[in-house]
């Protein structure tokens, strides 16, 4: 896998169903962010989660890390349809003068 | 709340034009950042700044310069469009010392057509 590769690439659920992306990397971690970025606008950022950590939550949303997998998980409950959008995991990797790299995304979509 | 503004929403530029984009933030935050993204690519970062006057380059800074002359404006500039350079351009700010190290606030892109 690539640094910081979204799982799907796209996901279409009904409204009210839970709705789960995954993320995978490569090489050892500062910190994990997840955006989300509605068509054709700017990333807004959800949760940041770091490599000491191993889950955060805010609202519906639930973001874990296992670093021995070198993976996360973002979850959305009881999902709406204001949650249709584009959603990016963003790793800061520790040897590379912190820099960042994000994923291509996973298109999430929501059904009525 | 923090607020990132880009100068323009869409641009229509030609082949071997000079371009300006331009982004401002108004969290007085130390970090700024110009990432373009393409479909299929992702996003992927042109520079960043830590601090005025000082700019470091990011994955792909070829055919780009920048520009940090205050705090708050962090100039993105095109010498000479090419075809190439089409694409959504977001710039993003963060607070404090930890750079890439902490959450971004993000603009709401410039779309940048070169014809």
């Known amino acids: 896998s690539q640094q910081g590769e979204e799982d799907p690439q796209a996901l279409s659920i009904q409204e009210g169903e839970n709705a789960t992306m995954n993320c995978s990397y490569k090489t050892s971690i500062n910190n994990l962010q997840w955006y989300r970025q509605n068509s054709g606008r700017g990333l807004v950022h959800l949760i940041l989660?770091?490599?000491?950590?191993r889950e955060k939550h805010s609202g519906r949303l639930r973001v874990t890390l296992d670093t021995s997998k070198k993976s996360s998980s973002l979850l959305i409950t009881a999902s709406r349809a204001a949650d249709t959008a584009s959603y990016f995991c963003?790793?800061?990797?520790?040897?590379?003068?912190?820099?960042?790299?994000f994923g291509k995304g996973t298109r999430l979509h929501i059904l009525p | 709340d923090v607020k990132v503004t880009q100068s323009s929403r869409y641009l229509v530029k030609r082949t071997g034009e000079k371009v300006f984009l331009e982004c401002v933030q108004d969290?007085?935050?130390?970090?700024m950042f110009w990432y373009r993204q393409d479909p299929g690519l992702g996003l992927r970062l042109i520079y960043f700044s830590y601090d005025v006057k000082m700019k470091e380059k990011g994955d792909i800074p070829e055919g780009y310069s920048v520009s940090r002359e205050k705090k708050e404006r962090f100039s993105l500039i095109l010498e000479s469009a090419s075809t190439n350079q089409t694409s959504m351009y977001l710039c993003?700010?963060?607070?404090?010392?930890?750079?890439?190290?902490?959450?971004?606030?993000f603009g709401p892109g410039t779309r940048l057509l070169v014809l």
């Open positions: 993003a700010s963060s607070s404090g010392t930890g750079g890439f190290r902490e959450t971004q606030y």
């Open positions: 963003a790793t800061v990797l520790m040897n590379r003068d912190d820099k960042i790299i």
């Open positions: 989660i770091r490599s000491n950590e």
């Open positions: 969290m007085d935050h130390e970090n």
